[in-house]
């Protein structure tokens, strides 16, 4: 991942096989008789997809970012304070049996006399989105990168109960009725948010806003 144009490629294939799939399911869902038990299930059935999609694609596009980032050999001086944070921290874990008194002392120590040191990315481990990715741990993810997650926070009731609470009770068994236009309404709702998260880590790279702003210490 060493070139912008590396970057939006797999941003780009990697959205364009999922929508393929949802948009190909869709189709399914709209051909089956209208609020017959099958078009249901199926509607019920797509659920744990579209969340599956969504989490699978945030991971992909911000992971795709931090291996960018990482890739891009710069001081810890040049990065934005939330890289910074993240390649001190992984230094920091990385040393097992320090007491958290000294992890403190060597924090400090590292962010006072560290800019002109080559930042260790943890890029090669990817994004953690632990499974479950609620609205909470999406803007943390978002704000570990230096990411502005904003404009997704009218969206957080929408992760949390439409998405992934739908999504986790149909997977334990239970049962609940997902009508045909509801099902569409959230299709449309993921693709949107996943289109959101694609143009936000481009827009990033293209801006170089991985990179400290004048002014900030």
Known sequence: MRTLDELQDTLDEDFAWRRSELHSYLSTVRRAHSESTAQR????????LLYA???GYAKHCLSAYLKYVGRRRLTYGELHPAFVALGHESSL???EGMSAT?????RAQALLSGDGVRATIPWRRGIDTQSNLNS???FDLFESLG???SPLHTKARLIDYQLLRVRNEIAHGQYLSVGANSYEELHAEVLWIMDFVRNTVSAAAENQAYRRSTGIL
Request: aromatic share 4%; proline share 4%.
């Open 41 to 48: 299930t199926l509607c019920r059935a797509g659920i744990p």
């Open 53 to 55: 999609h969504w989490e």
């Open 93 to 95: 874990d990385s040393e």
């Open 102 to 106: 000294r992890k403190i002392v060597r």
């Open 136 to 138: 909470v741990r999406c």
């Open 147 to 149: 990411l502005d997650a």
